[in-house]
C-alpha cells in the first residue's frame, strides 16, 4: 500500500515536470533572457513540487467523483499542475507559507472535508464500502436520544466553565498586577496547572474525588456535609469535570489577560483616583472596557476549546454513568473506534464543525462593534 502510494507521488511529479516543460517552452519564447540553468529551475524544481502538490485534489477529485480509472486521475492531476504552472509568477511569492500551507491542508482542511463528504454516505461495520445515503445520516443521528443528551451536555460543558473562568481569570489579573512582591510567585501558581499534562491532572482529580481517600468528600465531612460520589453519580459527574477543567484553565486565562492589563494606560487610573472613584469602579469603568479586545479573544478561544474537552471525559469517566458526562468529541470516539459508525462520527463532526463555525461569526458580529481597540 505505502510502496503504490509513493509510485502514485512519483508519477505525479513525473507529470508535473512536463507540464512545467511545456510551459517553460513558452516561457522561453517570452525572455530570450533565460539561460539553461532557469530552464533546469523550471524542469525539476517547478515541475517537482507542482506535481506533488497537484496529486492531493487529484485524489479527492476522484474520492468525490467516485472515478477511479488511472487515466482520469493522472489527467486531473496533469490539469491541477498546469494551473499551479500557469500562475506560477503569482504563486511563487507564496512559497513560504507551502510547507505551513501543505501540512495545514493535509491535516485539517482534507480530514474536514473527507468528513463532510463521509457524512452523506452509509458506511459502519454492516457496510465496510461508504454507500450514499444522502441525509439519511443525519435524520437518524438526530432520531437518537443519547445525541440530544450529549448536546445539552456540551452546552451546559460550555455554559458553566467559560463566564466562571474568565472571571476569576480576570481578578486574578488584576490582583497579580497591582501586587510588586512575589508576583513571579503568584504568576508560576496560577499557570503551574496549565503545564501539568492533562493525563497527570485527571488522574490526580481522580484521586481527589475518590469517595472514601478524596480530598473532596473530606472538606465536605468537615463542613457537615455527606460525601458524594463525584464521577460515580449521574447528577455530579459532569460537574465533577467542569470544576477540574476550570482549574486546568484559569492560569491560562488569567496569563492572557495579565498581558493585556499591560498595555492599559495607567494614567487612566490615576485620573479616576483623583476624581475618588475606587477600586471596584476604576475596574469596573476603566479596565473591563478597555480589556474588551483581550476579553473577546479568551471567550472565543474557551468556547473553541470547551466543545473539543477530550481527555478529561476519556480518562476519569468515559462519557458515564448512562452517558451523563458525555461530551460531543467524545461522543465522535465513541462512535468512530467503539461503534464503528464512521457515517455517524462523520456526521457528528460536520454538525460540530458548522457549530463552532457559526458561534464564533455570531459572536463576532454582535460583540466586535462594541469592543474598544484603542485610546483617543
Not at 476569576?168 to 496560577?190: G, P, T
Not at 463525584?230 to 486565562?253: D, E, Q, R
Not at 469517566?317 to 452517558?323: L, R, W
Request: proline share 4%; glycine share 6%.
Amino acid at each position: 500500500m505505502l510502496t503504490e502510494y509513493f509510485q502514485f507521488i512519483g508519477l505525479g511529479m513525473v507529470i508535473g515536470v512536463v507540464v512545467s516543460f511545456i510551459f517553460s517552452l513558452r516561457e522561453k519564447q517570452k525572455n530570450r533572457a533565460l539561460t539553461t540553468q532557469d530552464v533546469s529551475f523550471y524542469l525539476i524544481l517547478r515541475g517537482g513540487i507542482v506535481g506533488f502538490v497537484a496529486c492531493f485534489p487529484g485524489m479527492l477529485l476522484s474520492r468525490i467523483t467516485g472515478v477511479t480509472h488511472p487515466v482520469a486521475i493522472y489527467a486531473s492531476i496533469a490539469l491541477f499542475a498546469a494551473i499551479l504552472c500557469y500562475f506560477s509568477h503569482i504563486l511563487r511569492y507564496y512559497g513560504f507559507i507551502v510547507p505551513a500551507a501543505f501540512f495545514l491542508g493535509l491535516f485539517t482542511y482534507y480530514p474536514i472535508l473527507w468528513s463532510g463528504y463521509l457524512s452523506f454516505m452509509k458506511w459502519n461495520m454492516m457496510n465496510p464500502k461508504p454507500k450514499y445515503n444522502g441525509l439519511g445520516t443525519f435524520v437518524k443521528l438526530f432520531q437518537e436520544p443519547v445525541f440530544w443528551l450529549v448536546l445539552k451536555n456540551t452546552l451546559v460543558f460550555a455554559s458553566v466553565t467559560i463566564i466562571p473562568t474568565m472571571l476569576l481569570a480576570i481578578v486574578f489579573a488584576i490582583l497579580i498586577d497591582e501586587r510588586q512582591k512575589l508576583r513571579v510567585y503568584y504568576i508560576y501558581s496560577f499557570f503551574y496547572p496549565m503545564l501539568i499534562p492533562m493525563a497527570a491532572a485527571a488522574m490526580l482529580w481522580v484521586f481527589i474525588y475518590s469517595p472514601n481517600l478524596g480530598l473532596m468528600n473530606r472538606f465536605l465531612n468537615q463542613i457537615g456535609l455527606q460525601s458524594l460520589g463525584w464521577l460515580g453519580s449521574s447528577a455530579t459527574s459532569l460537574w465533577a469535570i467542569m470544576i477540574m477543567t476550570v482549574w486546568k484553565n484559569v492560569g491560562f486565562y488569567t496569563l492572557i489577560y495579565l498581558a493585556g492589563l499591560q498595555n492599559l494606560d495607567k494614567s487612566l487610573y490615576d485620573a479616576a483616583y483623583i476624581d475618588g472613584a475606587g477600586w471596584w469602579k476604576r475596574h469596573i469603568y476603566i479596565t473591563f472596557p478597555l480589556l474588551g479586545p483581550t476579553s473577546l479573544f479568551v471567550f472565543i478561544v474557551g468556547v473553541i476549546l470547551s466543545f473539543q474537552v477530550f481527555a478529561q471525559i476519556h480518562l476519569m469517566t468515559e462519557g458515564g454513568p448512562a452517558n451523563s458526562s458525555n461530551i460531543i468529541v467524545y461522543f465522535i470516539y465513541e462512535n468512530a473506534f467503539k461503534f464503528f459508525r464512521f457515517d455517524f462520527a462523520s456526521a457528528l463532526t460536520t454538525l460540530l464543525i458548522l457549530a463552532l463555525l457559526a458561534i464564533v461569526l455570531v459572536i463576532f458580529g454582535i460583540l466586535h462593534k462594541r469592543i474598544h481597540y484603542a485610546i483617543d
